[in-house]
């Protein structure tokens, strides 16, 4: 191949006018007198036309192929064989032979044949070429043509973008093609759009993106194809050696840029750019077009976005404030943009507020910030929607609501909280967003829908999650690369003080009040407390009630609630669904008629206590007070929980004379911090007092101490603060809490109603007409009936319905509570010891005061002693976690303390001592055999034995429930020894 390097098939280019050489061939060999004729070869030897097309090849192909040319001609068999050329390319040869002419005659006549067909040649290949590019020019003016139609009324602009990048590629041949568009509100070029791969350099440097920034100052279209003029634009290293750049633009107004690039150096010329330029000039309308129809859309998508950040206006989202150095670190590494971020972190860490920092400190901080939980999608394809939105984004027909959170976060931020919870079909959608083009074919179009940045966070480790199936693989490397833990605040003790002061200041300010702090005891409480549940949204929940409830500058221990409600009991039923007994306790009427009955009751044994022991008998005002008060109250524990407490007549006194006069007082600290010594020492004494002074046997001594015990209360609650004495004071009420473990009915709330739906914490407080939890106690943070004294004012002050009052299993606050044991440890022994020191003492066995004082005293230590050794058996004496232990045990002796006290009860009941059980009764086969027993020994009896494999059970439930401690089936096993030890000795006092 010569200059041209094109490799011409002369058979194939001839074909049309070989009949035509062929007759002018045989006219020249009749006008020089030929006897012979002339043939025709292409280049590779073949036979084209002769001048006698019937008659046979003079010469061989072979020959032909052999022959050497190194002159014009070459002399073979009486002729001449001569070499014809196009643009020095050689197409082919010419054969003259004659028998009768001269050889220079021959060779004369070869050569101007040979001028001949090769300028034949030559205006052949000329026509045909410009046939070519007539047709080529008719072609893409259709295709000008069409596209202008297609695109002139379309509105997405989406849709136009794609349209012209593939007209391009149609009439213009790149390695890439993009769009570059002036973004609306930044005033800067975007790209929108793209065909192939484009350089991977930093934008600045970026081929492309430089030439068609030099475009929108110019406003003229560029063609680049000269190297030095590439290294002068400052390129970066890369293959791109060629790039056509062209504005669109209609009049003087520019909208954007269409860059084409190419590795082939000189690749595109001045039709090139004349093309592309008529393509831009339609595109431009349509641009313009789609444009209007975008700030409309835009119109739109301020309004839904404006919405949402009014509703985030609403939460408080603030700095992360720490003093560790670990939490400092970490967030020197957040300001790059726009790679994407996954922060792990345990629940309330500050996930959120650490993702609005990356937003703040990156370029976009002026650019909305969307924040979504990943658990409103599911598998449905409209969430895909939601999320990501539709093919035609700018549509402005669809209204606010419909707007997907891609759209409304365009040019920002996207947080995506709790993305573990994003389901694994919409996780591959948002992959694909994330990685747009670099695994697809070069002819797709790659749209630049969003400018999105991606927030993620996730509380628990997706690699688990894939491991299970559930989350996409894809997306999980993305995010994988750039990883930020944030420290749960149970390691970083030190924040808590900050946090404090801050919120503090914070909804001092919101509620308008001047609250100053906090005291050290609650200081104490919450530097001491994990925050499990929910982090530092946990400590601002805790400081948030405790500002709303306190009234005072500073705030004090009781406001401040930690544990959450515990759930309802195993098999629980809510009373409240009964529609009778909701109303009874919403309209007040319970217990309110009972706080009559019950005070009614009292001003009967104080009546016949003072007035009228001699004329009705000397037991009568007994009768009241220990046959039928007092078995009652201890029968009440297990049916009815710690419900006297809520319908006590001394309470009720003291309230009414509260309103006459008080003082106020705040409770003593020592008594605060002691109040179960002090119960336990008081309690004990009054018993001891009973036991000693024989009260049960006289009215008039039961009414004195009953005087006394109205008395004080009567001053503690004239001298302190409401409630005072039932909440430090009252061994009665403690009595009543403790024993109530065992019950069959608690109260509880539901702790997400609390949560999420209540803001004004009326239980607690109280409103205008009904006062607060006479407690101080919020119901969603009750875990056990120690305390809860049922008055049921939480369910008539609660406008959500939240509090519950549950029939249960009984006993499942000693199997779930951990903290009741360590709460009511040194009450729990001495009401394991005052049933036996009683029974004791009325067995007449031990008649001397001494003997019994010292065995009264000294039972509860030896008691709890007993209960320690068999604990310590398993733990060792010096074991730190043995007091934990002893206390988790201890607290299943409460069935047994409260079935002993319910036993001594029964021979008060009236009648019930005196029935007995004989052979004739029973009907008995044997009917000669004499059998005879008191039934009261035989319901006591069965009573303490039941009670006591109720205790063995509860010890199995706690086995199971406490799965990581695996005791021993001996530790167990020597806590039930002790119970049956209590029993038998217990029943030798009580029954015989």
């Known amino acids: 191949m010569g200059k041209s390097g094109k490799k011409i098939n002369l058979s194939r280019l001839l074909s049309d006018d070989l009949n035509d050489i062929s007759k002018l061939l045989k006219e020249i060999s009749n006008l020089s007198n030929f006897d012979d004729e002339f043939s025709v070869y292409d280049i590779n030897g073949e036979f084209v036309t002769s001048s006698n097309s019937q008659s046979v090849h003079p010469i061989n192909k072979e020959i032909i192929l052999k022959t050497g040319f190194q002159d014009e001609y070459y002399e073979i068999d009486n002729g001449v064989l001569s070499r014809f050329f196009y643009d020095d390319d050689p197409l082919g040869y010419i054969y003259v032979k004659s028998k009768t002419a001269e050889k220079d005659k021959i060779i004369t006549l070869s050569l101007v044949l040979k001028d001949l067909l090769a300028e034949i040649v030559k205006l052949k290949i000329e026509k045909k070429e410009l046939l070519q590019e007539t047709l080529s020019s008719y072609r893409e003016i259709n295709l000008l043509y069409k596209f202008g139609g297609n695109i002139s009324s379309q509105l997405d602009l989406n849709h136009v973008l794609k349209s012209v990048l593939l007209e391009s590629k149609n009439i213009v041949k790149a390695d890439t093609y993009a769009i570059y568009l002036l973004e609306i509100q930044k005033g800067e070029l975007q790209l929108k759009a793209s065909i192939g791969n484009l350089c991977p350099s930093s934008r600045l440097t970026h081929p492309d993106k430089v030439l068609a920034n030099l475009i929108v100052k110019t406003k003229n279209s560029e063609i680049v194809n000269d190297i030095k003029l590439k290294q002068k634009m400052e390129f970066c290293k890369c293959n791109t050696t060629s790039l056509l750049g062209i504005p669109l633009k209609i009049k003087d107004e520019l909208f954007g840029v269409i860059i084409l690039t190419s590795q082939n150096e000189n690749q595109f010329n001045a039709r090139d750019e004349k093309l592309v330029f008529s393509l831009a000039n339609q595109a431009s309308i349509a641009i313009k077009n789609a444009y209007l129809e975008k700030i409309n859309w835009e119109h739109k998508r301020q309004l839904a976005l404006t919405r949402i950040i009014n509703e985030e206006k609403e939460k408080t989202y603030k700095e992360l404030i720490s003093s560790s150095s670990r939490i400092i670190s970490m967030n020197e590494k957040i300001p790059q943009d726009p790679i994407p971020y996954l922060i792990y972190g345990d629940y309330g860490v500050g996930k959120n507020l650490l993702a609005r920092k990356i937003h703040r400190e990156s370029s976009r901080k002026k650019s909305p910030f969307i924040s979504i939980d990943c658990a409103i999608f599911s598998s449905d394809p409209k969430s895909y929607a939601l999320l990501l ?152 929940d805790i400081i948030e009630r405790a500002c709303i409830l306190t009234e005072s500058e500073i705030i004090t221990s009781e406001y401040i609630f930690l544990e959450m409600s515990a759930a309802a009991g195993k098999y629980s039923y809510n009373l409240l669904n009964i529609k009778p007994v909701y109303n009874l306790i919403r309209k007040g009427i319970f217990p309110h008629s009972l706080i009559i009955v019950s005070s009614s009751f009292i001003f009967l044994i104080y009546y016949f206590a003072f007035f009228h022991e001699n004329k009705f008998g000397a037991n009568f005002g007994t009768f009241l007070a220990w046959s039928l008060w007092w078995p009652f109250f201890c029968f009440s524990f297990f049916f009815l929980a710690r419900s006297w407490c809520g319908i006590c007549p001394i309470n009720e006194f003291g309230i009414v004379l509260r309103k006459i006069k008080h003082f106020n007082l705040k409770v003593p600290s020592f008594i605060k911090d ?49 409630h005072t004495y039932c909440r430090y004071i009252c061994g009665l009420g403690w009595t009543a809490g403790i024993l109530s473990a065992a019950s069959i009915i608690e109260l509880r709330s539901n702790p997400d109603i609390c949560a999420n739906k209540c803001k004004t914490h009326d239980c607690f407080k109280g409103n205008d007409t009904i006062s607060g939890c006479p407690m101080s106690l919020h119901p969603q943070f009750i875990t056990n009936n120690t305390l809860c004294k049922l008055c049921y004012r939480c369910i008539r002050l609660c406008q959500n319905n939240s509090p519950q009052l549950n029939v249960r299993l009984p006993g499942w606050d000693i199997v779930k509570d951990k903290q009741l044991g360590q709460k009511t440890s040194i009450l729990i022994c001495c009401h394991l010891s005052i049933p036996f020191a009683i029974a004791v003492s009325e067995s007449k066995k031990y008649s001397s005061y001494f003997n019994f004082s010292l065995l009264y005293w000294s039972l509860p230590v030896i008691i709890g002693l007993s209960i320690w050794l068999a604990n310590s058996m398993f733990y060792g004496l010096d074991r730190k976690n043995n007091f934990q232990h002893y206390f988790d045990t201890l607290k299943f002796y409460i069935p047994l303390a409260l079935g002993a006290n319910v036993a001594l009860q029964l021979k008060y009941i009236p009648l019930l001592s005196k029935l007995s059980v004989t052979s004739s009764t029973l009907n008995l086969l044997f009917m000669n055999t004499s059998l005879s027993f008191s039934l009261l020994s035989f319901i006591q009896g069965n009573l303490v034995f039941t009670v006591f494999l109720f205790c063995v059970f509860l010890m199995i439930m706690h086995s199971f429930s406490q799965k990581e401690e695996k005791q021993p089936v001996l530790y167990y096993l020597s806590h039930q020894i002790i119970m049956l030890f209590y029993c038998l000795l217990f029943l030798n006092f009580l029954i015989y």
């Open 389 to 540: 939105g539709s093919n035609n984004i700018y549509d402005s027909k669809k209204p606010e609501s419909e707007f997907s959170y891609m759209e409304l976060a365009d040019g920002g931020t996207l947080f995506l909280h709790n993305i573990d919870r994003l389901p694994k079909e919409l996780g591959e959608k948002l992959t694909e967003f994330l990685k747009p083009g670099k695994e697809q074919k070069e002819e797709a179009v790659q749209l630049s829908k969003y400018d999105v940045r991606i927030v993620a966070s996730s509380s628990v480790l997706l690699d688990k999650k894939i491991e299970k199936g559930e989350f996409d693989i894809g997306l999980f490397e993305i995010l994988n690369k750039n990883i930020i833990k944030i420290t749960p605040l149970k390691e970083r003790k030190k924040d808590i003080g900050l946090l404090i002061e801050y919120f503090v200041k914070e909804y001092s300010i919101s509620l308008g009040k001047s609250i100053k702090g906090i005291d050290n005891k609650a200081y104490e409480k919450l530097i001491s407390y994990n925050y499990r549940i929910g982090n530092i949204k946990e400590l601002k």
């Open 674 to 722: 002691n109040t179960h010594y002090f119960i336990t020492i008081g309690l004990l004494t009054i018993i001891w007092a009973e036991e000693i002074f024989v009260m049960k046997s006289s009215a008039f001594r039961t009414g004195i101490i009953m005087a006394i015990r109205f008395s004080f209360a009567a001053t503690i609650n004239i001298l302190f603060q409401r």
